[in-house]
């Protein structure tokens, strides 16, 4: 039978701890943190109206929650882009199944975006 070799314990066991080594690096930008901004727009078009919005602060500067405000951040997903937000991540479209196309439901239409703060100043 020919393919590629197996690995073996000892191959499995060094990657493990590579790892672990890997993840206990210093960051080699200590100063930047990431904040997150997860907005659900009413289509899944980048230019529509925002629907609902959540914000994390991984600069601990700030404890926003869901909720915590009555406009949302941006008006639309494109607003964050020309704000300096970074889109990440949109989700995937999804057809309703056959008789739920009216089912109310979670908001299908999320996208993610991020920027990098210097915490340094």
Same mark, same amino acid.
């Given at each position: 039978m020919t393919g590629a070799p197996q690995p073996t314990d000892s191959d499995t066991d060094s990657r493990t701890d590579g790892v672990a080594d890997s993840f206990s690096t210093p960051s080699a930008t200590p100063h930047l943190r990431q904040q997150l901004l997860i907005l659900y727009l009413a289509t899944s078009s980048l230019d529509?109206?925002?629907? $609902?919005?959540?914000?994390?602060?991984? @600069? =601990?500067?700030? *404890?926003?929650?869901? &909720?915590? $405000?009555?406009?949302?951040?941006?008006? @639309? =997903?494109?607003? *964050?882009?020309?704000? &300096?937000?970074?889109?990440?991540?949109?989700s995937q479209l999804m057809p309703p199944a056959r008789g739920a196309e009216y089912d109310v439901s979670y908001l299908p239409h999320e996208f993610l975006f991020e920027r990098l703060v210097d915490i340094g100043s």
């Open positions: 529509s109206a925002v629907a $609902g919005w959540t914000r994390y602060d991984g @600069t =601990g500067r700030s *404890a926003p929650t869901m &909720g915590d $405000g009555d406009e949302p951040p941006n008006a @639309t =997903g494109l607003d *964050a882009l020309l704000a &300096g937000w970074r889109l990440i991540q949109m």
